[in-house]
């Protein structure tokens, strides 16, 4: 008979032979028996019986127990507190609410009446209903309840920023109030594709004068990105001015007007406040990197050329240009425009 939630563990052992281990759940105590006896069995009766009675009995224990756990922890700090937030919320709709109560199949009814309380903010439900989904599967592979209530659901917030491209007038205004260390940001974002935690993270270790070499956050992709132009006068530019400095100065690359680390709120709240001097309207941080992607197309790379420097794969960049990022679609068609008319222009006026 197979239980649900037991993991098992294949191990070789140093004389070759091979060797499985059970554990009641993932993470969890060992099971010293024969699997299939009754001794295995009383065994792992008895370690589930006493975690449910002594440690976890309601959803708030499961929330207490996820806090402290490895999945919580190997995510990023900022997913961290945002992930606190919504599990703040759930711990006050349902912290009080038994396990037992969770696996009845009625309550994905109840969560998804709270999760619509937040209709009118849909990002923010569809966070809130990840969020609740994602502490199910916890609790699952820790052996607490064996079904997840919130799977699917279906999205509520429209995710998509077509047309949502930084544009030379947009450039312009931005560059003209910001202070030095935004216009640094900016322009790293907008001559490398990368995201905003990536480019507050990089060090000038990752540059040695041609090339910067990354590691995304996201995805873990190991991205070079050949330097050029504006960008490399920009940084080498900072790099003589840290050389010529006489006091100590950051690692990261892009620092704050006190010359030090960007923390991710500040780095926030200062952009939105030089965003909003420049009464640029609804663009984002992010929409640097379709703009990115769309200024390397206008150039004539290829979507692999495309996908070297940003770190997409190639269907991806194919689906940003497709779908997403299309604010270049009218220059896109004027330079295929020309293209053709410098083959077949010149036969068509010699045939008038």
């Known amino acids: 008979m197979r239980v649900k939630g037991i993991h098992t563990v294949k191990a070789k052992l140093a ?5 499985v281990y059970y554990y009641a759940w993932k993470g969890g105590p060992r099971i010293n028996a024969e699997p299939g006896t009754p001794d295995f069995w009383a065994a792992y009766n008895k370690i589930v019986a006493t975690r449910r009675q002594h440690a976890i009995g309601s959803l708030g224990d499961v929330i207490d127990e996820y806090l402290v756990a490895a999945e919580f922890k190997k995510v990023s700090s900022s997913h961290q507190r945002a992930l606190r937030s919504y599990l703040e919320l759930i711990r006050k709709q349902f912290g009080t609410m038994p396990l037992q109560v969770v696996e009845d199949r009625r309550v994905r009814g109840d969560f998804r009446k709270w ?15 990840t969020t609740l989904s994602r502490l199910m599967t916890f609790a699952i592979d820790r052996g607490y309840i064996s079904v997840n209530p919130c799977i699917g659901g279906g999205r509520l917030y429209d995710a998509d920023r077509a047309d949502k491209i930084w544009g030379a007038d947009d450039l312009r205004a931005f560059l003209e109030i910001a202070s030095v260390p935004l216009q640094r940001a900016l322009m790293l974002a907008l001559w490398t594709g990368q995201r905003q935690g990536d480019l507050l993270r990089l060090t000038w270790a990752a540059y040695d004068g041609k090339v910067i070499r990354l590691r995304q956050s996201k995805g873990k992709v190991r991205v070079p990105i050949p ?10 530019a900072m790099l003589a001015e840290r050389k010529n400095a006489k006091e100590p100065k950051a690692v990261t690359i892009l620092t704050n007007t006190k010359g030090q680390p960007w923390t991710g ?13 420049a009464k640029i309207e609804d663009l984002h941080f992010h929409d640097l990197r379709g703009t990115a992607v769309t200024r390397l197309a206008l150039a004539g790379c290829t979507v692999p050329e495309i996908a070297s420097i940003t770190g997409h794969s190639l269907k991806t960049v194919q689906e940003i240009l497709d779908k997403h990022y299309l604010g270049g679609r009218l220059e896109l068609a004027e330079a295929a425009i020309k293209k053709l008319d410098a083959v077949y222009g010149r036969s068509t006026k010699t045939s008038k």
């Open 15 to 19: 004389d070759g032979t091979r060797r």
């Open 265 to 277: 709120d500040g780095f926030r709240t200062s952009w939105e406040r030089a965003y909003k001097k």
């Open 227 to 236: 330097v050029g132009g504006p960008i490399k006068h920009m940084l080498d």
């Open 115 to 129: 999760r619509d309380t937040f209709i009118a903010t849909p990002r923010k439900a569809d966070y809130a209903w």
